[in-house]
């Protein structure tokens, strides 16, 4: 069974920074897709942020885009999720998870695609 644990959550005020991690056991990030979704309360689950296993290649939400990067450290089997300049609507529970993958290209953007989730870290950026 893949255990997927994210960490990293905190408050910080509006125009801050946060970074996200992501460990998955027994799903290396050479064989597995990762993405980042969220969740605020009241609202659907939705995507942030993709990576490709392998070839790293990344997909962003616009709503994120140009302010968050998603990146992969191999050797920690860790993916990141480096949060800048924060805004007041990215307060939310953010999730990771996590996919064996057979193309090193795909990055995947739906929930469906998922079979491995994370319990979430949370969010909350002050105005």
């Known amino acids: 069974q893949v255990q997927v644990v994210e960490s990293g959550g905190g408050l910080v005020q509006a125009g801050g920074s946060l970074r996200l991690s992501c460990a998955a056991s027994r799903c290396t990030f050479s064989t597995c897709a990762v993405g980042w979704f969220r969740q605020a309360p009241g609202k659907e689950r939705e995507f942030v942020a993709a990576?490709?296993?392998?070839?790293?290649?990344?997909y962003y939400a616009n709503s994120v885009k140009g302010r968050f990067t998603i990146s992969r450290d191999n050797a920690a089997n860790t993916v990141y999720l480096q949060m800048n300049s924060l805004k007041p609507e990215d307060t939310a529970a953010y999730y990771c998870?996590?996919?064996?993958?057979?193309?090193?290209?795909?990055?995947?953007?739906?929930?469906?695609?998922?079979?491995?989730w994370g319990q979430g870290t949370q969010v909350t950026v002050s105005s």
């Open positions: 990576i490709s296993r392998s070839l790293a290649n990344t």
């Open positions: 998870a996590a996919k064996v993958a057979s193309s090193s290209i795909n990055y995947y953007t739906r929930i469906s695609d998922y079979a491995y």
